[in-house]
């Protein structure tokens, strides 16, 4: 389907990509990661032409429909629904030829076009995408200039789902949707007919809705079958592999070489030393691991503990003009140490809820009372428009710590995790997810007692949002969070919180819960743990037998580890003594004995590694499900 041959591309002089190459079949569904800035949406320029290439080949069959997201959401007049149906521009084209076409033979073929391409049901289906999105009945006949620009990038997306092209090319979708869209989106990329690549940092996204992974590291794509998990699990098992050979091979060149230093210049030994003088040259070398290590989040600890409830809630009503509450009738109390995660599709009020926390919103009704001295900050991506666009990081703290020395200053935005460089970087020229990371240290600056956070990760990358997760867990103060990044709340937050229907309460479930019901898959829970609870321990038994059965494999499997580990510590001994150059001139017939013998043992490993992968594999097999 897609093919990239020996591609390099380059944006304002910076080598992104060099010399890779990359297939992917029709129907692929592929997560395109890496880290920020590496390259990925400069190659979706490259794949749609928008881009040239400074060597190399992008090839796609005759024909192919390349859909992404429009740059600019769409703000004209025209409603939602039909907005969404003019993606499909042939049916556009069909049905405006029809009211003009007066050859009967035309007419027929614009009708059987039509049939074939299923266009009588366009609205339905485009109203179906829509309403995945967030969109009701009524927001669909609404003109899109009445929405905000967040809205209307999910009108973009609705258009190019519709169209349904043959390669979907999809740059961080779930920036712009809530949880509840990110849920939908899943299922509908899990599903969809044709080739996608889609950019995304969310973990479950990735696991749940594409079938391999493309990485693009170190200017260079790679291909994995499997979801997320598999893929980081896979790389991290090559990676090892490939440190313990480069230091094999390290050690086997510092042999070669001094054995050529030695004796390159005595005439008894010029002949082996050439030998060994073409064996390094052949020898390839290994590339060491390079560390890109991301730096960690460090939130300061509150410097006053206060006692719970921190903040309790007896009847409150809020919204933004008198008498038209948002949120009517909250009970709700926040402990000293609480995790919550609120849930509700976007509109339903949690950044309401979150202004109501921070101070920002007054309660019109009802009894809020906040422990003495408690400190709240609050995090929220529209406010990185508050960061001074021609002040850097330093600079920003600065303000904050007029009277402290400089040390200080740069030491307190280090711990925002940010380098020296960037530190010294106008805000206007950070990358996104280095202004989160500013407006993050700088809402969380004096310590505060509870810290909200409403979509923190929509600018970081995969180990951003790992580092992130780390420094909200050891944060000893409670934490409010809104985000469409379940692996976060799953890996942060204790207790979730439902906004809809104008309240907020306590939600009755778990992530899991939750996304059935918001994709309509929940059905009868209740008989499915029965069901599954009355057929565990028949899959225990079966999955005993299997042991059984596959129990003298299992034991040669054990006992070939055990020889190639004998086999690995010889070497190594081995390996020891011929490091020695006085061994050459003291003992050269042992030095000719242990490199017989070396040899011998290496290929008995090599023979004896083979053995065990086919093992292990009839072994897995044996014992699978």
Do not use: C
């Amino acid at each position: 389907m897609l093919t990239l041959n020996d591609l390099s591309l380059r944006v304002a002089g910076r080598l992104l990509i060099d010399h890779a190459s990359l297939f992917l079949p029709e129907g692929t569904k592929a997560g395109l990661v890496g880290r920020n800035g590496t390259g990925k949406t400069t190659l979706f320029r490259a794949i749609t032409g928008d881009l040239a290439s400074e060597t190399g080949s992008i090839s796609l069959p005759r024909n192919t429909r390349i859909g992404q997201v429009a740059q600019e959401a769409p703000g004209t007049e025209d409603a939602l629904i039909e907005i969404v149906m003019a993606a499909d521009t042939e049916r556009a084209a069909l049905l405006a030829e029809e009211t003009t076409a007066s050859d009967p033979a035309r007419i027929a073929e614009i009708h059987i076009r039509l049939a074939d391409i299923d266009a009588h049901s366009a609205e339905a289906r485009a109203a179906t995408i829509l309403a995945g999105l967030g969109f009701d009945d009524a927001a669909q006949r609404r003109p899109a200039s009445s929405f905000s620009g967040g809205w209307r990038m999910r009108v973009a997306l609705a258009a190019v789902l519709f169209s349904q092209p043959d390669l979907l090319l999809l740059d961080e979708p779930t920036n712009y949707l809530d949880l509840e869209g990110t849920l939908w989106l899943e299922n509908y990329v899990a599903k969809y007919p044709h080739t996608v690549l889609l950019i995304s940092h969310d973990r479950d996204l990735l696991n749940r809705a594409v079938n391999s992974i493309v990485h693009l590291d170190q200017q260079k794509l790679t291909f994995w079958r499997g979801g997320y998990d598999q893929f980081e699990r896979q790389r991290a098992e090559q990676l090892e592999l490939q440190e313990k050979s480069r230091v094999k091979q390290e050690a086997h060149r510092k042999h070669l070489q001094a054995f050529v230093d030695r004796f390159r210049y005595k005439a008894s030994k010029a002949r082996q030393a050439q030998s060994r003088i073409k064996a390094l040259e052949r020898m390839a070398p290994i590339a060491a691991l390079i560390e890109d290590n991301v730096r960690p989040f460090s939130f300061p600890e509150p410097a006053k503990t206060v006692a719970s409830p921190i903040v309790a809630l007896d009847g409150v009503s809020v919204g933004y003009r008198p008498g038209s509450p948002i949120l009517k009738k909250l009970t709700l109390r926040i402990d000293a140490d609480d995790r919550i995660a609120l849930l509700g599709a976007n509109g339903n009020g949690k950044s309401t809820f979150a202004k109501l926390l921070s101070g920002r919103l007054k309660g019109e009704t009802g009894k809020i009372t906040i422990a003495p001295g408690l400190k709240v900050s609050i995090f929220a991506q529209h406010q990185l428009d508050d960061l001074r666009p021609e002040e850097n990081a330093y600079e920003h703290v600065r303000r904050l710590m007029p009277e402290a020395p400089e040390a200080k200053v740069r030491a307190r935005v280090a711990n925002f995790g940010l380098t020296t460089e960037k530190m010294n970087t106008p805000a206007k020229d950070l990358s996104g997810g280095e202004k989160a990371r500013l407006l993050m240290g700088l809402s969380a600056f004096d310590g505060p007692n509870l810290f909200i956070l409403d979509e923190p990760t929509n600018h970081l990358d995969i180990d951003s949002r790992e580092a992130l997760m780390l420094a909200l867990n050891d944060f000893p103060g409670a934490v409010i969070l809104i985000s469409h990044d379940r692996h976060l709340i799953e890996a942060t937050a204790d207790r979730l919180w439902l906004v809809k229907d104008g309240t907020v309460g306590p939600f009755d479930g778990d992530m899991a819960d939750y996304r059935q019901i918001v994709t309509g898959t929940s059905g009868d829970r209740r008989e499915k743990r029965e069901a599954d609870k009355a057929s565990k321990a028949d899959r225990r038994r079966e999955a005993a037998a299997r042991r059984a059965a596959a129990e003298p494999l299992a034991k040669e499997i054990r006992t070939t580890e055990g020889l190639m580990d004998r086999l690995r510590k010889r070497i190594d001994q081995i390996e020891d003594e011929l490091a020695n150059p006085a061994l050459y001139e003291k003992d050269p017939a042992k030095a000719t004995r242990l490199a017989k013998e070396r040899s011998e043992l290496g290929a008995q490993l090599t023979r004896n590694e083979e053995k065990w992968l086919e093992m292990s594999a009839e072994y897995e097999e044996a014992v699978a499900e």
